[in-house]
């Protein structure tokens, strides 16, 4: 089993990503009237409004998919039916052909799968992200040493469950984002200690660390700046005597960083919203900064079930945060157990991040936590920190665990995930104007197949199972390591 973990393990991902798609309706992550719209466009279906060059014309399924359900809990998608059946053309301005706000890569990507039927091609375009992170995860795990993997798939795991795998099976470009910093910060670390270039796994390392590095780049605006900022994170960790060593390698992972930073610079849209005037409508003074200060650990537990997914209108039962935050501290303690002076300032480094740039965006901005900024925003910096405290002494050796914290914490995990995807599976098909566990109603919306829901819902019983045990099983059969 461990001989073929890189290939059975990324298939959990992938069927677990799979299971979240299925059972969310067209048009259900946030902010998708837009991203649809866009994706629409990007592939060549919508037309400018000959009357006014700000307004495009796409089809009401796509631009009203979510509307009938959206910020109402107790209404099923079962009430899209209308909609997505009407193709007829409805005018709109929130589009990224007209406000530019994201890059066009994504929307480009997505738009290979637009079709006649809308819910279909929405099913190809999620599974279609599913299957690039799998490839990737694979690629990862197949590639790097296992220490670097190790901390990688861990960080990615535990911040993913449910915001991570929720935006990964959607039509948000946050999905790239958010896998695709993470998964940089493994090839890229894998990279500075790779030398040979005659070496096929180095070419691979290296095709794996440009791939996440368009996808971050051409996902969101500040996903690229975070794509600079894990390049200088990986080298500060790597340090100078392993630049020195491996020019190449180093010189790869700078240019890469470059690219974040060229595309930034380049983009507009979030990277100037606001403008002089701000945002809010907040006093920037101290005070809103130690407000912000103490109130910031929200957005933090916002990414692994504290706040409500989708429109907002998906509430996570407590015991999803719960286990959540109580796993991030016990791997954080965990990690700040076996740490070394370039170990020590990328931790420093990346948790000054996370804490810094949704700080400063609110103050510049006049908001406070709550406003504008979601979890989903910095959920790549939270991997980072997390990635970084799970790096061992030794690239090739994962970072052991004791065994009983680790079964634990696979159960737990394990238990949260599967609530997690009850409760947003249970919000579209029932509504919550039914028990959570009340499964003699019938559903009133079947999902995106005619595939039964307890039968998914069994289904990713098992896959969860595999994978969450699956990510922890070098940390049970790896040498020790000196703490």
């Given at each position: 089993?461990?001989?073929?973990r890189w290939?059975w393990?990324p298939l959990a ?15 259900s ?16 279906q ?9 307004v495009?014309?796409?089809p ?20 899209a ?6 193709p007829?053309?409805?005018p709109?301005?929130?589009?990224n ?9 994504y929307y480009?990507?997505m ?8 819910e279909?091609s929405?099913?190809m375009?999620?599974?279609?992200n599913?299957g690039?992170?799998s490839?990737?995860?694979?690629l990862?795990?197949r ?16 911040t ?14 946050s999905g ?5 910093v993470?998964?940089?910060?493994g ?6 200690h790779r ?24 996902s969101?605006?500040?996903a ?29 992972v700078a ?15 979030p ?8 945002m ?8 809103l900064?130690?407000t ?6 929200a957005l933090?537990?916002g990414?692994v079930?504290g706040?409500a ?17 109580l ?14 002076p ?7 480094l ?14 510049k901005?006049?908001?406070?936590v ?11 910096l ?9 790096l ?5 050796r ?8 680790v ?20 919000r ?6 039914v ?5 003699r109603v ?7 197949t005619?595939i039964?829901?307890l039968?998914?819902t069994?289904?990713m ?5 595999v994978l969450?045990?699956g990510?922890?099983?070098?940390s049970r059969?790896?040498p020790?390591?000196?703490?």
């Amino acid at each position: 089993m461990r001989r073929w973990r890189w290939l059975w393990l990324p298939l959990a991902f992938f069927l677990a990503c799979a299971g979240w798609a299925l059972t969310s309706p067209a048009g259900s992550a946030p902010d998708d009237d837009y991203h649809l719209a866009s994706i629409w466009c990007a592939a060549g279906q919508c037309t400018t409004d000959p009357a006014d060059s700000n307004v495009v014309l796409v089809p009401r399924a796509v631009a009203q998919a979510s509307e009938c359900f959206r910020y109402e809990a107790s209404v099923t998608a079962d009430c899209a039916r209308g909609a997505l059946a009407d193709p007829a053309p409805v005018p709109v301005t929130h589009v990224n052909d007209v406000e530019h706000l994201y890059p066009s890569g994504y929307y480009r990507t997505m738009g290979l799968f637009v079709g006649g039927d809308v819910e279909r091609s929405v099913l190809m375009m999620r599974l279609a992200n599913a299957g690039l992170v799998s490839l990737l995860l694979a690629l990862l795990l197949r590639t790097v040493p296992a220490g670097i993997s190790f901390a990688t798939t861990v960080a990615a795991l535990v911040t993913f469950i449910p915001l991570g795998f929720f935006v990964v099976a959607s039509t948000n470009p946050s999905g790239w984002a958010s896998a695709g910093v993470v998964l940089f910060w493994g090839f890229a670390l894998a990279l500075l200690h790779r030398h040979d270039w005659r070496s096929r796994r180095t070419w691979l390392v290296a095709a794996g660390a440009l791939v996440t590095a368009l996808m971050a780049v051409t996902s969101r605006v500040d996903a690229s700046a975070y794509l600079a900022f894990t390049a200088v994170l990986v080298l500060v960790i790597g340090g100078l005597a392993r630049i020195r060593a491996n020019r190449g390698s180093a010189a790869v992972v700078a240019a890469l960083g470059l690219l974040g930073v060229t595309s930034y610079l380049l983009a507009s849209g979030p990277a100037v919203a606001g403008g002089e005037a701000g945002m809010g409508t907040a006093s920037r003074g101290v005070g809103l900064l130690l407000t912000n200060a103490v109130y910031l650990p929200a957005l933090f537990q916002g990414i692994v079930g504290g706040w409500a997914l989708g429109w907002n209108d998906t509430v996570m039962p407590p015991v999803v945060p719960i286990v959540g935050v109580l796993a991030i501290g016990g791997l954080a303690w965990a990690g700040l157990s076996s740490l070394w002076p370039r170990k020590t300032a990328g931790v420093v480094l990346a948790a000054v991040a996370l804490a810094a740039v949704p700080l400063i965006f609110l103050q510049k901005e006049g908001l406070g936590v709550g406003e504008v900024v979601q979890p989903r925003y910095i959920m790549p910096l939270l991997g980072l920190v997390l990635a970084t405290l799970l790096l061992p002494p030794r690239p090739s050796r994962p970072l052991t665990l004791p065994r009983a914290p680790v079964r634990v914490l696979v159960v737990g995990l394990w238990l949260s995930g599967m609530v997690a995807f009850w409760a947003n599976a249970h919000r579209y098909a029932y509504g919550s104007g039914v028990g959570l566990f009340d499964i003699r109603v019938q559903p009133a919306w079947v999902g995106l197949t005619a595939i039964p829901l307890l039968l998914i819902t069994l289904a990713m019983a098992a896959t969860t199972a595999v994978l969450v045990s699956g990510v922890f099983v070098p940390s049970r059969h790896a040498p020790q390591v000196q703490a």
